[in-house]
């Protein structure tokens, strides 16, 4: 009788605690508060909360009609094979995708090497959109970054 008693005392006390009072005010800065205490010379306004809504169930936690979890169910060995098949077509593309980006980047810098290595005045426009011409310190370095954007793409 007595256990009965203590957890009809410690329910009490928890359906105390969730009926607590919530007041909201205005802070400094003119923000709206929520707060369980209403702070020394402010107005507050005391708010009635609602408890929240219970969430739907998830697949992962449905429960049947015998009052047990239900299970999600577990794929079979077919749909995991046609999901990697999927995912081998889509890699696939994507390879095939890679494969041409290489070839294009391989063929630009095929093309900037022979105009820097033919020498004479290059042309080109920088990041601000201004038009330049290399100088011989300049067409150094552009040699240098032309011949190792053929060495990366054209493997």
Known sequence: MKLVAL??????LFAAGAHATVYTYKDANGKTVFSDQPPPGVTAKPVTVKPAATPPASANAAVNASGGVARPKADTGKE???QN???K???AKIDAQNAKVKQENCT???GNLAVVQQGGRVKFVDKNGNVQYLDDKNRADQLRQAEQNVATWCK
């Open 108 to 110: 630009r810098a095929r």
């Open 89 to 91: 077509e889509e890699n």
């Open 7 to 12: 957890i009809g005392c410690a329910t009490l």
């Open 80 to 82: 995991v094979d046609a």
């Open 85 to 87: 098949a999927r995912v």
